[in-house]
């Protein structure tokens, strides 16, 4: 009897010991096994012992490996967190008792077997998964947002919630699986807590019913899945979508619509060239972001066209496929005229056109052009699609070449100015893009642009770049960004003033922009080149000495600037010039046109527009901008009138009201003061300057405040 009492007192009081769990925390990687792993508070010292039967297990960013099978022992809680695993080295597994928890908030459990209890608690975070041969389990409490992959039969007879993302061999059990009974979904389906219900006409992205969950995917957390077999199949028409993970199983498709596009942040899982669409018709085209490999899809181009072939209906495009495709021919523009540009030929770089060819092959690393002699045509590329690196075939053969057409590689649109991604070696800082519809070529200088071309460059869009020495253009994925149509509006800057030259319905633009980092010759970090567009459209551009721009940038300065204007048109014709953001300069900075053939002077403030007779013989450099007093904020408050010339006129503005009497002198080169007057210089005032040629000092002082100005005659 004695025995047997303390036989009992014994067992009592080991049952006793378990009850009260042993928390273990991690503090290095390696083996269950192994006691210098452990410890029994987060980040403490070790306590040369591991966890039993019974204990608490905190992995806490290492990684675990289970050499003893814990499928027998009942654990109370198993936690992995901050980046953890837990992984068995052979057929381990674990087993978590009625009451108990396992926990994966940010990390991964990958063992042979899971058993639950009833009564057992699962959840697995955003950042989470588990992945086990064998699944066991009744009703136990489950909850996963991030991912769990099933080798067997996952079986439930409980409810499994959450917004992630669960694969398995199959399902059965009467419970349900993110709202949908087990025991009918397929064998080696995916679901989600956003999986594609399919049963409704009403095909919309956002439309919450058509969604197992009853909610659409709204969030880069929430995981998407589009099973096979359904009626319907989701289209996105809308802006901004996003979600985590995407998986479109064979058979099933997604359709991006025109103008919208869908990121996708986790895994893009599409196998088939249908599972995903990207649509484009002459409202824009869609755009799909992703960061997968082997992503298989069809991205289609929408483009206009003309049966006569003068009008130059031409477009710059690119392949946005991976060049592993085994269909990257000439027959992808199958009826449409095909060039590509070679920088190296004639003097500056020409067209070279494919014939009727349709087996040429099409390298991806380049851009091209296309004419289709009919109103419009759709092309659907399809095929794998690019991710990641990517490099562009760029070349450089002297000082009269350097332009190379390369292409947006992408299935989503690109960002010429982001902050990361581009490799741009002796890569000037411009962009070139032709704008069909002004018959013009558009740029882009990092600041400003012309005709309509911005820093976004669209899917199926390919644009020049100018190189120099040895270039390098390369990007990755880090340059894509949302929001850009193949052409779109620019904002206004500071001193920023656009030019455009409106003729027969066609149009051109120029753009003159004072900046400090400005410069009265060409810098390519600055300026944009004139690309000369169809002959039957007006051309613009302004000159800095020999070089024709379409966009100027110049320094700050207190003197007058002329910036020659020059246009070339074929007919005689009337033209229109409008002036836009002229309010961006200070009030008191004058800006003139002078037009050199009717000696018209006009003041852009007052009149914004200018009409006049265009005529073929007239010199290209007919008309001059005259800017007096464009300074940098600072210098603003140091002057107080203008002072310019034009033609036999000397123009001064008085920029305050205080006291504008004054003494204009005027020495010629000789040093000889040939004028001499006081005058009240309110507001404008004109003097005579009908001199003969040379060097002329015009010398005005106020109270002991004088301004200098040398002007050639």
């Not at 088939?272 to 085209?285: C, L, W």
């Not at 095909?338 to 003097?347: A, C, V």
């Not at 075939?393 to 989503?412: A, C, E, I, Q, R």
């Not at 949302?482 to 920023?496: I, M, P, Q, W, Y």
Request: proline share 3%; glycine share 10%; hydrophobic share 35%.
């Amino acid at each position: 009897m004695k025995i047997f009492i303390i036989s009992t007192v014994i067992i009592s009081f080991i049952s006793i010991i378990n009850l009260q769990a042993t928390v273990y925390y991690s503090i290095d990687s390696g083996d269950w096994s192994d006691g210098t792993n452990w410890s029994l508070t987060s980040g403490g010292a070790t306590t040369n012992d591991s966890p039993a039967k019974g204990d608490d297990v905190h992995i806490e960013g290492h990684a675990i490996t289970l050499d003893s099978d814990m499928s027998s022992q009942p654990g109370i809680e198993i936690v992995i967190t901050l980046g953890g695993s837990l992984t068995s080295s052979s057929t381990e597994g674990i087993l978590i008792a009625a009451g108990g928890d396992l926990n994966i908030s940010n990390g991964s459990l990958n063992v042979y077997t899971v058993e639950l209890k009833n009564g057992a608690n699962v959840s697995i975070g955003s950042s989470g998964s588990l992945t086990t041969d064998t699944w066991v389990t009744t009703a136990a409490s489950i909850t996963v947002d991030g991912s769990m992959t099933v080798g067997t039969t996952l079986t439930n007879t409980g409810t499994i919630t959450g917004t992630g993302i669960i694969t398995a061999a199959s399902f059965a059990g009467t419970g349900t699986t993110f709202g949908i009974t087990n025991n009918t979904i397929s064998d080696g389906a995916s679901v989600s807590g956003y999986t594609w219900d399919g049963d409704q006409a009403d095909s919309e992205w956002n439309t919450a019913a058509n969604w197992v969950s009853g909610s659409s995917p709204s969030a880069s957390t929430h995981n998407v899945v589009i099973p096979a077999g359904l009626s319907y199949y989701p289209t996105i028409s809308t802006s901004d979508e996003l979600c985590a993970d995407l998986t479109v199983e064979s058979g099933a498709t997604v359709t991006i619509g025109p103008g919208a596009d869908l990121s996708v942040n986790g895994t893009l899982t599409s196998s088939a060239v249908g599972g995903v669409i990207i649509n484009s018709t002459s409202g824009g085209s869609g755009s799909l972001y992703h960061t997968s490999d082997n992503v298989q899809a069809t991205v289609k181009r929408y483009i206009t066209g003309n049966s006569d072939l003068e009008q130059n209906a031409y477009h710059l495009v690119s392949v946005p496929l991976d060049a592993s495709n085994t269909n990257l021919y000439s027959n992808l523009f199958l009826e449409s005229y095909l060039f590509d540009f070679d920088e190296s030929y004639s003097t500056a770089g020409g067209w070279y056109s494919y014939g009727t060819s349709t087996t040429t092959a099409l390298p991806v690393t380049q851009g091209y052009m296309i004419y289709y002699p009919g109103s419009n045509k759709t092309y659907s590329f399809e095929g794998k699609l690019n991710n990641g690196s990517f490099s562009c075939d760029v070349t450089y053969t002297s000082s009269s070449h350097g332009y190379n057409l390369v292409p947006n590689p992408y299935s989503f649109d690109i960002d010429w100015d982001a902050s990361s991604g581009w490799t741009k070696n002796n890569i000037g800082a411009s962009i070139w893009i032709y704008n069909s519809s002004e018959q013009n070529y558009g740029t882009w200088n990092g600041t400003t642009g012309t005709n309509s071309v911005t820093n976004k460059i669209a899917v199926g869009q390919a644009f020049f770049v100018l190189a120099s020495g040895t270039p390098t253009l390369n990007m990755t994925n880090a340059v894509k960004t949302s929001g850009a149509t193949f052409l779109k509006e620019v904002v206004t800057l500071s001193d920023h003033l656009r030019i455009k030259i409106l003729a027969d319905g066609y149009s051109d633009e120029a753009v003159i922009h004072f900046r400090n980092d400005g410069s009265f010759g060409v810098d390519p970090r600055n300026d944009a080149a004139k690309l000369f567009g169809a002959e039957f459209a007006p051309q613009l551009w302004t000159l800095a000495g020999a070089d024709m721009l379409s966009i100027n940038t110049l320094p700050f300065s207190y003197d007058n600037v002329l910036v020659p204007l020059c246009i070339e048109y074929m007919a005689n014709e009337t033209c229109t010039f409008s002036f836009e953001d002229i309010e961006s300069f200070d009030t008191n900075t004058s800006i003139e046109l002078h037009d050199l053939v009717t000696d018209d002077i006009i003041n852009l403030r007052e009149n914004p527009s200018y009409s006049f007779e265009y005529n073929t013989l007239d010199d290209p450099d007919r008309f001059v901008i005259h800017f007096n007093g464009v300074t940098s904020v600072e210098d603003k408050e140091q002057k107080w009138a203008n002072i310019y010339k034009s033609g036999d006129k000397l123009f001064i503005n008085a920029l305050d009201t205080d006291d504008n009497y004054a003494l204009l002198e005027i020495f010629n080169s000789a040093g000889q003061k040939i004028l001499s007057s006081k005058m009240n210089i309110t507001g404008r005032h004109v003097v005579d300057f009908r001199y003969p040629k040379g060097l002329y000092i015009v010398v005005l002082s106020k109270n002991k405040h004088v301004i200098k100005r040398k002007f050639i005659n």
